[in-house]
């Protein structure tokens, strides 16, 4: 019988001056998780991936709507424009989690998505940002566990 080995994701090593790992998450399945201490209002990492327009970007929903596949969506927005798409060409960024009191901010700059740390990281921190879903979209429960918790991804 032969046994499959899963692929553990990782962070491109070039991606992040800090190290970072991907590991098994009590928010959500996989977490980034920071190896060393971060300082306050640091880059940390970009995130990345294919772009897509709006168009292209309903197209690949519809597609795996359609196919009924069980597989996991990472778009980010950039603007009004495109979307990221991490689960094509991403670097490991696309598992940094959703909570509601987090420790990653995102800024986008000249074209970029990119996350900076909110306050100090820990060394084996989780780090997180707020995905900040629309109050209007479709509810999605949260399980982030922080004492600020909304409950749901999306805005109140």
Not at 55 to 77: D, F, Q, V
Not at 89 to 110: A, K, M, T, W, Y
Request: with cysteine.
């Amino acid at each position: 019988m032969e046994t499959v080995a899963k692929v553990v994701p990782r962070i491109k090593r070039e991606c992040s001056r800090y190290r970072l790992r991907v590991g098994r998450s009590a928010i959500n399945r996989l977490g980034v998780f920071a190896v060393e201490s971060i300082p306050g209002n640091r880059k940390v990492i970009e995130y990345a991936g294919g772009r897509l327009s709006w168009g292209n970007t309903l197209s690949l929903l519809k597609e795996l709507w359609r196919c009924e596949r069980s597989t996991n969506i990472y778009l980010a927005r950039l603007n009004r424009h495109w979307i990221i798409n991490g689960a094509a060409e991403g670097n490991g960024s696309q598992f940094i989690n959703h909570c509601c009191d987090p420790n990653l901010g995102v800024r986008r700059i000249r074209g970029r998505l990119l996350f900076f740390s909110r306050r100090n990281i820990r060394a084996g921190e989780e780090l997180t940002s707020d995905y900040r879903f629309r109050k209007h979209a479709p509810k999605i429960p949260c399980h982030c566990g922080s004492p600020k918790c909304r409950g749901t991804i999306n805005l109140k």
